[in-house]
């Protein structure tokens, strides 16, 4: 390849990061709205979160195209290579967080036309946590710091353990007033989605870790802190 073309695909490598940002941060606003459609009852943002989800599947289709394109015409090597890989896993996975903010958006319809029922104080934290990962992730992506993408996997055990928390309070509250089992299984649907939201940012995270390590730390949670 020569510099010229050289420096040109680089360039491109850098709109691919550029475009996964901006994908992510379309992501990350997605499930915002969705938690604010759900804790204030406003069916106009839980329709702003389905329609929007347009948008996202649209950036993963150009951000895949463009991947398998520089991957055809390039042919890269090593980093190169994992970086491509890498993005479309990546662009893949915050399709499904669209895709799972529209599921919260869903639920939070639902659960307008049950008996009101107060969410949990943990969904909050779960949706907080969730996006926070999610945002710290693609930082660590574009910086190429497997370190802080360590990290960020190990902040999926505290979404995790407040979905368990979730589960028990709502069935508690189920068991207490049967009036309440729609909504609360509404809200139990709420955590579950953001409980697969902070998988797919540990999945991102695995990802990066590939990207700059070249090795793989998938199914091996317990060892993130000491690779």
């Known amino acids: 390849m020569s510099q010229e073309g050289h420096r040109h695909f680089h360039d491109e490598l850098s709109q691919v990061k550029v475009r996964l940002l901006t994908m992510s941060g379309e992501a990350?606003?997605?499930?915002?709205?969705?938690?604010?459609?759900l804790l204030e009852r406003d069916a106009d943002k839980a329709r702003q979160v389905i329609a929007g989800d347009s948008v996202i599947d649209a950036m993963e289709v150009e951000i895949e195209e463009k991947c398998l394109n520089l991957l055809a015409l390039q042919q890269p090597m090593a980093k190169d290579l994992r970086l491509l890989v890498s993005a479309i896993k990546i662009s893949n996975d915050l399709e499904r967080v669209g895709d799972h903010a529209v599921n919260i958006a869903q639920s939070a319809e639902r659960i307008m036309q049950s008996r009101p029922i107060t969410p949990e104080p943990e969904i909050v934290e779960m949706a907080r946590v969730a996006r926070e990962m999610l945002s710290d992730v693609l930082e660590a992506f574009v910086r190429g710091d497997s370190a802080s993408a360590r990290e960020v996997c190990l902040r999926d055990d505290k979404v995790d353990a407040l979905n368990r928390s979730v589960f028990r309070i709502l069935l508690t509250h189920m068991m207490e007033d049967p009036h309440s089992i729609g909504a609360a299984m509404g809200l139990l649907l709420v955590s579950r989605n953001l409980e697969r939201i902070g998988d797919l940012a540990t999945n991102i995270?695995?990802?990066?870790?590939?990207?700059?390590?070249?090795?793989?730390?998938?199914?091996?949670?317990?060892?993130?802190?000491?690779?």
């Open 205 to 227: 995270g695995e990802d990066v870790v590939f990207l700059v390590e070249g090795k793989s730390i998938k199914h091996h949670a317990e060892h993130f802190g000491n690779q």
């Open 28 to 37: 990350e606003a997605a499930v915002q709205v969705a938690i604010e459609a």
